[in-house]
Structure formats: structure tokens, C-alpha cells
């Protein structure tokens, strides 16, 4: 896992993910969306369906569903997930350690932080909580913010907007090559993280600068920079 000078050290602002970058919560995500496809009779492996985590429903129907399907069934099938989402698994989220301790960090450091999250604003919520950084971002926006969600840029464009900085002077940090080709699009570099269990690989494959394990050794490495 080589690295160069990590580039959110010479940035302005840095736009977070949050699932799987900040909280524990691709894996949920995954089973949820492979227990509502077989609720409405489509049987995928959760390998497959884990993949595609990173997406928002708008881009992960369409990789396992035909338009006619979709037309028909489409908001039903995201209304069902996001339901049994926020029944089953909402309060067995967690965040990832030293979060908080990253945030501190980087606002110290003089950094903004934004999130960037394909969640809706009230899931948001409940992330936020989980990782311990209420009240410790300047920006937030969700898919309610977005026509379409990651890979492409809507999302961190909306962030960057809010900003009001250049892309050259921001960094995106997530765990999914969806992130990454989304801040790419955005004209933004950005730094992947493993902790949602895609490889070193694909992230930099896609376009990430820098890979670390997690929120935790992104810190360490910052500290020791």
C-alpha cells in the first residue's frame, strides 16, 4: 500500500462518504437489498448485489432489473428496501474508530468538511450519529440534493457548489470506485479507503491518489505527515 503525500493535506475542504467510509454499514446494505430482491422474486448473489453498493437505487436497480420491470415496480421495490433498511438494520450501524478524531484533525488542521452521502437526509442522520461527528461538518448533502446518484458527480458537484471552492481545492474520501470516478467527474482528487471492502485495486484502477485501511490510518498517516 504505497503512498505519496496525501493530497488533503494541501486541500481547503475535504467531501466525505459516509457508508462504508465512515460507518460500518456496506454488508446491511447489501443483505437488505438482496432480501428485498427476493420479496419481489429476483434471487441474486450477495456478492454480486454487494458490488454495486456505493450506488443509489436509481443506479443499482438498473444493473439487475429490465426497464419494464423498473417502470412497474421500481419505487416500490426502493420504498420496500429503504423500509426494511430502517426496521432491521439502522440501529446496528456503527462507525468506524477514531472518526471523531479524524474530523478534529482535519478542523484543526484548517480544513472544511463536507459529506457527500448517497443516503437520504434523514439516514444521514442517524450516520452521523453513529460516527460520532454531529455538529462537526460545515456541508452535508444527500440524494435529496442529486437527480443521480454515484458514479456520477451530482452529489459532490451539490457539495462543491455549497463550498464555493475550486475542485482543484478539495478532496473526496470513499471506499467504492462509484466515489471515486463520481469525484473524478467532479473534477476532484480523491482518496480511497478499504474499510468498505473494495480492493486497493479497483479504487486506484478508478482514479483514487492515495489508499488506506480506514479512517484510522488515514489519521495516522496525516499525523505523521
Do not use: N
Not at 456503527?94 to 479524524?102: A, S
Not at 474499510?195 to 499525523?223: I, N, T, W
Amino acid at each position: 500500500m504505497t503512498q505519496t503525500r496525501p493530497p488533503i493535506l494541501d486541500a481547503s475542504a475535504v467531501i466525505f462518504d459516509v457508508d462504508g467510509t465512515l460507518v460500518d454499514s456496506v454488508d446491511f446494505h447489501a443483505e437488505a437489498w438482496q432480501r428485498t430482491f427476493s420479496a419481489f422474486g429476483f434471487e441474486f448473489d450477495l456478492i454480486k448485489v454487494r458490488e454495486q453498493i456505493g450506488k443509489g437505487g436509481d443506479q443499482l436497480l438498473p444493473v439487475f432489473l429490465d426497464g419494464d420491470i423498473l417502470e412497474k415496480q421500481g419505487k416500490k421495490i426502493e420504498a420496500y428496501r429503504q423500509d426494511l433498511f430502517e426496521r432491521e438494520y439502522f440501529h446496528r450501524v456503527i462507525g468506524f474508530p477514531q472518526v471523531p478524531e479524524l474530523f478534529r484533525f482535519l478542523i484543526d488542521a484548517g480544513k472544511t468538511i463536507a459529506l457527500g452521502s448517497s443516503a437520504k437526509t434523514d439516514d444521514l442522520k442517524v450516520y452521523k450519529k453513529a460516527a460520532g461527528i454531529e455538529g462537526m461538518t460545515t456541508v452535508e448533502t444527500t440524494s435529496d440534493d442529486a437527480e443521480r446518484s454515484k458514479p456520477h458527480p451530482d452529489i459532490f458537484l451539490a457539495a462543491l457548489d455549497r463550498l464555493k471552492l475550486p475542485a482543484k481545492d478539495v478532496v473526496v474520501v470513499g471506499d467504492t470506485p462509484y466515489d471515486v470516478e463520481a469525484a473524478m467527474k467532479a473534477g476532484m482528487k480523491s482518496t480511497g479507503l478499504l474499510c468498505g471492502g473494495f480492493s486497493e485495486d479497483s479504487l486506484r484502477k478508478a482514479g483514487a491518489v492515495d489508499v488506506y485501511r480506514d479512517p484510522g490510518h488515514l489519521l495516522q498517516v496525516l499525523q505523521a505527515a
